[in-house]
Nanobody, 127 residues
Framework: QVHVVESGGGLVQDGGSLRLSCTAS????????MGWFRQAPGKEREFVAA????????DYSDSVKGRFTISRDNAQNTVYLQMNSLKPEDTAVYFC????????????????????WGQGTQVTVSS
C-alpha cells in the first residue's frame, strides 16, 4: 500500500508561481512512477506531468510544457511540481498519483494506470 499526500496549493495571481509537493510513503519512491493530474470544476481529470522511476524521463501536457517542471527527491520520498507563469486556466484541484507496475512509456498519461492517489490540493490563479 502506498499513501500519497499533496501539499503546497493556494491562491496566486496571474503570472505567479507555486510549488506543489507530493510525499509517498509505504514504498521506496524510486520504485514508483509518479504523475500529476488536475481537475477543474465541470471538467474531466487531465494529465499534467509525469516522471519515470529512474528520473531519466519526464513528460508534460502541451498546456503546461515550458512553464511547469516535475522533479523527484528519492531520499525525501517527495515529488515536486514547480509551476511558473501561472494562468487563470491553471485553476484546478491538483492530484498526485503513483504506480508500482505500469510502464512509463505506455501509461504515464493515463489516470487509470495509476493505482494510488492523493486527496488533491487546490490551486487558484486570479486574473
Amino acid at each position: 500500500q502506498v499513501h500519497v499526500v499533496e501539499s503546497g496549493g493556494g491562491l496566486v495571481q496571474d503570472g505567479g508561481s507555486l510549488r506543489l509537493s507530493c510525499t509517498a510513503s509505504g514504498r521506496t519512491l524510486s520504485n514508483l512512477m509518479m504523475g500529476w493530474f488536475r481537475q477543474a470544476p465541470g471538467k474531466e481529470r487531465e494529465f499534467v506531468a509525469a516522471i519515470s522511476r529512474s528520473s531519466g524521463s519526464t513528460d508534460y501536457s502541451d498546456s503546461v510544457k515550458g512553464r511547469f517542471t516535475i522533479s523527484r527527491d528519492n531520499a525525501q520520498n517527495t515529488v515536486y511540481l514547480q509551476m511558473n507563469s501561472l494562468k487563470p486556466e491553471d485553476t484546478a484541484v491538483y492530484f498526485c498519483a503513483a504506480d508500482l507496475n505500469s510502464s512509463f512509456l505506455s501509461s504515464r498519461r493515463l489516470a487509470q494506470r495509476y493505482e494510488y492517489w492523493g486527496q488533491g490540493t487546490q490551486v487558484t490563479v486570479s486574473s
